[in-house]
């Protein structure tokens, strides 16, 4: 990971630490390396759609993301096109797993890539809570690459790998 930002749980980056935090690096002809500018905007997004993934913020989180944005999660096996689809996709999980909450803890911008190479895409990492459907409480550590749009500082892509065993 480029430009690496340790967070606290949900705290954010900051201004400061995002502007920090540099640009991505391009690749390839269609790839547009961020500004820092750009770079710092889509942290600040990104620690905000972190910070506000739980059920009793979650609907702060739809305006964050794109009308035609994107979600792929290999966690949970599913993709999603289109806010309105993500929505329900959300919807389904936080009502499944109310007290489910992330603490991130680093973010970086990396290097843009498809299926949003226009877009600033933000690598993070984080720690995963909550109660699964057994009563048992879980804990697993994952990772995640968020594409923020430069031009209207929203998410159009999010992309969710597989929890750590």
């Not at 790839?31 to 997004?45: G, H, K, M, N, R």
């Not at 991130?104 to 993070?124: F, G, L």
Request: charged letters at 15%; one cysteine or more; proline letters at 8%.
């Amino acid at each position: 990971m480029a430009s690496a930002i340790p967070s606290t749980p949900h705290s954010g980056s900051g201004a400061a630490a995002a502007a920090a935090a540099g640009s991505g690096a391009g690749s390839g002809t269609a790839a547009v390396t961020a500004s820092p500018a750009e770079a710092a905007t889509a942290l600040q997004v990104v620690a905000d759609y972190m910070r506000l993934s739980r059920s009793e913020t979650l609907q702060q989180v739809y305006p964050l993301l794109a009308p035609d944005a994107t979600y792929t999660s290999q966690a949970l096996n599913t993709t999603c096109a289109g806010l309105p689809a993500i929505r329900t996709m959300m919807d389904g999980f936080f009502a499944k797993f109310p007290d489910v909450a992330w603490e991130t803890t680093a973010m970086a911008v990396v290097a843009p890539s498809e299926p949003r190479p226009q877009a600033v895409r933000v690598a993070v990492e984080f720690i995963r809570r909550w109660t699964a459907e057994d009563g048992q409480a879980q804990v697993r550590s994952g990772r995640e690459w968020i594409h923020v749009d430069p031009g209207s500082s929203r998410i159009v892509h999010v992309h969710v790998a597989p929890l750590d065993p």
